[in-house]
């Protein structure tokens, strides 16, 4: 069974430009999850997906981070303009369901570095 | 508010020694609690989980047990090995919500020959 796949791995860009990252979550997986992982903390949720819908978007920064999920599969998430403190990993999840105690399975990871 | 705490890293120990990584929490209700851990160069991935009080997660010859009424979930083993080396994180989610992860800030262990 294939993971969640996520790209780029790895970004650099100045601050107030724009970025954009991609998620393909296990297939069948009605739930997606969006962290933000900055060096030395524990994930934070950023954005959660049932489905097409958008279930907890409570810590986005929504005057420059947006997210949305195509035909309930594929996610991107967008920052712009980027600012210093964005620097971090971004870590797409998904499971198959949203009750809580279900596993949450990881990508990789986007390594974004902003100048 | 709602908050996981762990021990600070990293901790070094020697193969075959005996591991304790401290981890509390702060939620209301009664959250199911994970242990989560990163490889090197590898993503997060499920360690062992438990979801209600005195359920003992188990996995690779690691345990956690969940502890209501210290609000704990330390995670042991008995025989570390150099594999074993590794980021290690403590989180939960809320009973009867939709599956945020509340995570503690990680620790990282590192295991010498």
């Known amino acids: 069974e294939a993971g969640v796949a996520q790209s780029p791995r790895y970004k650099i860009i100045e601050k107030r430009q724009s970025v954009a990252f991609w998620c393909n979550p296990i297939?069948?997986?009605?739930?997606l999850y969006w962290y933000q992982q900055i060096l030395g903390q524990g994930p934070k949720l950023l954005i959660q997906?049932?489905?097409?819908?958008?279930?907890?978007d409570s810590q986005l920064p929504k005057d420059r981070f947006s997210a949305e999920r195509l035909k309930g599969v594929d996610s991107t998430l967008k920052i712009q303009p980027a600012k210093l403190e964005d620097s971090a990993v971004y870590l797409c999840a998904s499971s198959p369901y949203s009750s809580s105690g279900s596993e949450q399975y990881f990508g990789p990871g986007t390594r974004l570095t902003v100048t | 508010g709602d908050s996981v705490t762990q021990m600070e890293g990293p901790v070094t120990l020697s193969e075959e020694a005996f591991l304790t990584i401290n981890c509390t929490y702060t939620a209301t209700g009664y959250p199911s609690l994970f242990w989560y851990v990163q490889y090197p160069g590898e993503g997060l991935q499920l360690l062992l989980k438990a979801t209600k009080a005195d359920d003992k997660g188990s996995n690779k010859g690691f345990e956690a047990t969940y502890r209501k009424e210290t609000t704990s979930f330390h995670l042991e083993k008995g025989s570390v090995q150099v594999s074993d080396s590794a980021v290690y994180f403590c989180a939960f989610s809320f009973s009867g919500g939709y599956n945020k992860l509340i995570f503690g800030a990680g620790t990282r262990l590192a295991v010498h020959p």
């Open positions: 997906f049932q489905n097409n819908g958008v279930v907890d």
């Open positions: 297939s069948g997986h009605a739930t």
